[in-house]
């Protein structure tokens, strides 16, 4: 499913002439992964930035390190950091972050399966806030579906993102 949706992805980035570049946590390379496996995406994929400890959040995707001591490597505001950081640090058109609790204990008094997936673009960003269920492989995979999802949606909108209700 996830490949149908990344071909879609790829699809549109390289008729608007636009890339693509990811910072994620939970799904450590998995997103990059998909947005790589259709034929041509060299076209469309920057790269990725697989920021796993909550130090390089902000050493290597840009997350400012005050918003990390507020509110801890999962929240909201920490994704749509990491998207913009990802976006600007790999000088791409879009930027996905990721980042939550995959499990399979809770982390900083979030419960497992709470993820925030956020897309930056030239017109803004967006963040969705999801509590995803299933074992750690589960939550990891929907996770990708999720941040591949909300970039194919703000793509079909012209690029444009929404107002999130999730900051």
């Known amino acids: 499913m996830t490949g149908d949706v990344a071909l879609q992805v790829h699809e549109l980035l390289l008729a608007r002439e636009s890339t693509v570049a990811v ?6 390379g998995l997103l990059g992964a998909a947005l790589t496996s259709t034929p041509g995406s060299s076209m469309t994929f920057r790269g990725g930035l697989v920021v796993y400890a909550t130090d390089l959040k902000a050493t290597v995707a840009g997350v400012p390190g005050p918003l990390l001591d507020a509110e801890g490597p999962v929240s909201a505001h920490v994704a749509a950091a990491m998207a913009a950081g990802a976006r600007d640090r790999l000088a791409a058109t879009y930027g996905l972050g990721v980042t ?30 999801l509590t995803l269920a299933g074992d750690r492989a589960s939550v990891r995979a929907a996770a990708v579906a999720a941040a591949l999802d909300l970039l194919l949606a703000v793509l079909r909108r012209g690029g444009n993102a929404v107002a999130s209700t999730a900051l």
């Open 23 to 28: 910072a994620e946590s939970l799904t450590g």
């Open 100 to 129: 939550g609790v995959a499990g399979p204990d809770p982390q900083d008094g979030h419960p497992v399966g709470t993820v925030y997936v956020a897309v930056a673009g030239p017109a803004g960003g967006e963040v969705q806030s």
